[in-house]
């Protein structure tokens, strides 16, 4: 009976102490891998810039464009 005490002693001193097979974790436990899935959204706003040159106008009331004679008459030859 004292040997049976005396060996349980000593195999729960040496589970305590973490020596002996009782005091091994067996337990194993796997990482988790994450992946990172890259997102990017790209927005582009274009402002249109025109400018318009107007067309000038005669001052004389005709409808010729900048050469200062009229659109219809009689022409010298020269």
């Not at 005490?5 to 988790?32: D, E, F, H, R, V």
């Not at 009331?61 to 219809?72: A, D, E, F, M, V």
């Amino acid at each position: 009976m004292k040997k049976i005490i005396y060996i349980s002693a000593i195999t729960l001193l040496l589970g305590l102490s973490g020596c002996g097979s009782s005091g091994k974790s067996t337990s194993s436990s796997t990482q988790p891998t994450a992946t990172a899935t890259p997102t990017a959204t790209a927005t582009a706003t274009a402002t249109p810039t025109a400018t318009a040159t107007p067309t000038p106008t005669p001052t004389d009331g005709n409808t010729s464009t900048n050469t200062g004679l009229p659109s219809s008459g009689t022409y010298l030859p020269y």
